[in-house]
Every structure is written in structure tokens, then in C-alpha cells.
DNA sequence: ATCTCTGTTCACAA
DNA sequence: GTTGTGAACAGAGA
């Protein structure tokens, strides 16, 4: 479900827990979702102890408890941040329940694609937290740290490298699209083919996309300004651009389904990738293994 | 029954 | 080393 915005949104949700003590953690340590950590000790050490602190860097979610424990939340694609009564009865797809006295915090994961860690440390945050990549909003997301990254992946389509969590952390299918249509750029696009001005106009345009989107989506679940955001217009096949009412266009690009306006972002045969874009929904089925 | 999906990671090919 | 592809993960909803 969640791109950075999103992200927040549901960190939000969890922080009615901060200053509150946890009585009970309710997992089953073998989980999916806890793959790669000790969930034993996650429950031993948070049991009892207080929610401190919370933050947010693009994906990823991290909850800091008295004790030294801190513990990272990753939502996927179906991920879901909730806060119950105190009394809530776990259902199908809860995952991990943080008991306090007058609520219960509820990570629930239908697909499992998800995945909660831990760390315990007095140290301050987690290895892993410490080398994400600098955060779209963060000083360190510098035009020369763009540019770096851009020149790295010069070969590849836009697209995908907007979806790079390395280079631009939170910025997911939907934030890709937004970014691009917003450039009038078609997703497609050789990265390399970029000039230096467009380079920076990349970055000023994806950290535009992130702040619009922390406003609205971040702080209560609305959409951005549906006449200005293609946000509203790219769900499903035969939407029109809000801009100048073509049809958009639905393809695959980059592995994952992409909108994009043919007038606004047109394909400059000089400056695209290889990769060709193939069609969304009209079934291609994959072959019957042979009985 | 069939296909889609706001994500990531791996193996493999080029 | 980089890039593209497909599969895998596993379920709900159209």
C-alpha cells in the first residue's frame, strides 16, 4: 500500500503509543513478516518497556522504546499501521500487537510482504537505519548526490530509477508517475539523456511530488488537488489527463504498470530505452505447465 | 476461473 | 559492474 507519504501517515497513527508503556506483545516469532529477526527478543525486551520515539525515511519505519530496543517497520505493498481499543481480539492478518493500557498497536499484513525488525542497542539507531540513502527532503539530497546516482544509472528508463530505493528512497509507483507526468516526461526516458538542468529539475520535481503528498496524504488520508496531480486520474484504464484531456495510457514499464499522458510526455525516439513498453490487462496468461 | 495490485529480492541472461 | 526479465513471496478484490 504505502509510499513515503502513506508512510508517515501510518507512523502518525502509531505515535497515540508514545509515552505509553507496553504490557504485552502478542506474535507468533515464526511469521513471515519476522523473517531475519529474533522475535523472542523483541517480545522479551519490549514487554514492559516504553514507546519513546518514532521516524520516518522513505519505506522504512522506525520505533524507538526505552531499554535500548528499536524496532523497524516495513509496510510492502499491503502493510497496514492500526491503532485498536486495548481489548482489540487479533484477526487473521495481525501480525504483532503492542499492548498498552489503553490501546493496542496493530501491524497487520495480509500478503506477508512486510517485515518487522529489531535491534537492541544504546547506541542510537540500527546499522541499517544509518546507511539509507539520503531522504528526498534531507539536506544531504543534494543536486551533486542526484546527479551521482542519475550518472549510475544512465542506461536504465526513468521509471526504474525513480523506483530505486537507493537513489530515491519512498518514492514508489504511483510518486514515479507523479514525478514524471509533472515534467511532462514520458517514463521511458534514457536517464542518461539528461542534461544537467534536467537533472536538477528532476530532484526539485520529485522532492515538489514528496512535500505535496506529505501535506495532504501524510497528515489525513486526502488526495492532492485532483485538477493539478495525476494521482486522482491513474488507477484505471480509459482515465483522462488532467491537464489536457487525453486519454492516459496504461503500459507496463519497468516491471510494474505505468500511467502516463502520450500528449503531455511525449517519447523522443532519440532518447529512449530499448525497453518497450507492454500492455496491462489484456491477458497475458502464462503457459500451462504440461500435465 | 482469471487477472490485477501503492514492494522487494533473487537467479539468470545479455 | 549494469540492466532486463521472470519468479517468488501470498492474499484480496474485480
Given at each position: 500500500?504505502?509510499?513515503?507519504?502513506?508512510?508517515d501517515?501510518?507512523?502518525?497513527?502509531?505515535?497515540?503509543?508514545?509515552?505509553?508503556v507496553?504490557?504485552?506483545?502478542?506474535?507468533?516469532?515464526?511469521?513471515?513478516?519476522?523473517?531475519?529477526?529474533?522475535?523472542?527478543?523483541?517480545?522479551?525486551?519490549?514487554?514492559?518497556?516504553?514507546?519513546?520515539?518514532?521516524?520516518?525515511?522513505?519505506?522504512?519505519?522506525?520505533?524507538?522504546?526505552?531499554?535500548g530496543?528499536?524496532?523497524?517497520?516495513?509496510?510492502?505493498?499491503?502493510?497496514?499501521?492500526?491503532?485498536?481499543?486495548?481489548?482489540?481480539?487479533?484477526?487473521?492478518?495481525?501480525?504483532?500487537?503492542?499492548?498498552?493500557?489503553?490501546?493496542?498497536?496493530?501491524?497487520?499484513?495480509?500478503?506477508?510482504?512486510?517485515?518487522?525488525?529489531?535491534?537492541?542497542?544504546?547506541?542510537?539507531?540500527?546499522?541499517?537505519?544509518?546507511?539509507?540513502?539520503?531522504?528526498?527532503?534531507?539536506?544531504?539530497?543534494?543536486?551533486?548526490?542526484v546527479a551521482?546516482?542519475?550518472?549510475?544509472?544512465?542506461?536504465?528508463?526513468?521509471?526504474?530509477?525513480?523506483?530505486d530505493?537507493?537513489?530515491?528512497?519512498?518514492?514508489?509507483?504511483?510518486?514515479?508517475?507523479?514525478?514524471?507526468?509533472q515534467?511532462?516526461?514520458?517514463?521511458?526516458?534514457?536517464?542518461?539523456?539528461?542534461s544537467?538542468?534536467q537533472?536538477?529539475?528532476?530532484?526539485?520535481?520529485?522532492?515538489?511530488?514528496?512535500r505535496?503528498a506529505?501535506?495532504?496524504?501524510?497528515?489525513?488520508?486526502?488526495?492532492?488537488?485532483?485538477?493539478?496531480?495525476?494521482?486522482?486520474?491513474?488507477?484505471?484504464?480509459g482515465?483522462?489527463?488532467?491537464?489536457?484531456?487525453?486519454?492516459l495510457?496504461?503500459?507496463?514499464?519497468?516491471?510494474?504498470?505505468?500511467?502516463?499522458?502520450?500528449?503531455?510526455?511525449?517519447?523522443?525516439?532519440?532518447?529512449?530505452?530499448?525497453?518497450?513498453?507492454?500492455?496491462?490487462?489484456?491477458?497475458?496468461?502464462?503457459?500451462?505447465?504440461?500435465?
Amino acid at each position: 500500500m504505502p509510499e513515503l507519504a502513506e508512510v508517515d501517515f501510518f507512523r502518525r497513527r502509531w505515535d497515540a503509543g508514545l509515552g505509553g508503556v507496553i504490557h504485552r506483545v502478542d506474535l507468533h516469532p515464526q511469521a513471515r513478516v519476522f523473517r531475519g529477526t529474533d522475535a523472542r527478543l523483541l517480545e522479551r525486551t519490549l514487554t514492559g518497556a516504553t514507546l519513546r520515539e518514532s521516524f520516518a525515511h522513505g519505506k522504512q519505519m522506525l520505533f524507538a522504546a526505552s531499554g535500548g530496543g528499536w524496532l523497524g517497520v516495513h509496510l510492502a505493498m499491503t502493510g497496514d499501521l492500526r491503532v485498536e481499543p486495548e481489548d482489540y481480539a487479533a484477526q487473521r492478518h495481525d501480525h504483532f500487537v503492542l499492548r498498552q493500557p489503553s490501546r493496542a498497536l496493530v501491524f497487520t499484513d495480509p500478503r506477508m510482504f512486510g517485515r518487522i525488525r529489531f535491534d537492541v542497542s544504546a547506541d542510537g539507531p540500527p546499522e541499517w537505519w544509518r546507511r539509507l540513502p539520503p531522504a528526498l527532503l534531507s539536506d544531504a539530497f543534494t543536486a551533486a548526490h542526484v546527479a551521482a546516482f542519475l550518472q549510475r544509472r544512465a542506461r536504465s528508463p526513468l521509471k526504474a530509477v525513480l523506483l530505486d530505493q537507493a537513489g530515491f528512497p519512498g518514492v514508489g509507483n504511483w510518486m514515479a508517475d507523479e514525478i514524471l507526468w509533472q515534467l511532462g516526461w514520458h517514463p521511458l526516458t534514457r536517464t542518461g539523456a539528461l542534461s544537467a538542468v534536467q537533472a536538477r529539475a528532476l530532484r526539485s520535481q520529485a522532492r515538489q511530488v514528496a512535500r505535496g503528498a506529505l501535506r495532504t496524504i501524510g497528515v489525513d488520508w486526502t488526495d492532492p488537488p485532483a485538477d493539478t496531480w495525476l494521482i486522482r486520474h491513474r488507477w484505471a484504464a480509459g482515465q483522462h489527463c488532467p491537464r489536457c484531456g487525453t486519454e492516459l495510457r496504461r503500459e507496463e514499464a519497468a516491471g510494474r504498470t505505468t500511467c502516463w499522458c502520450p500528449a503531455c510526455q511525449p517519447a523522443d525516439p532519440a532518447f529512449m530505452t530499448t525497453a518497450s513498453p507492454r500492455p496491462v490487462g489484456t491477458g497475458h496468461r502464462r503457459e500451462k505447465p504440461l500435465a
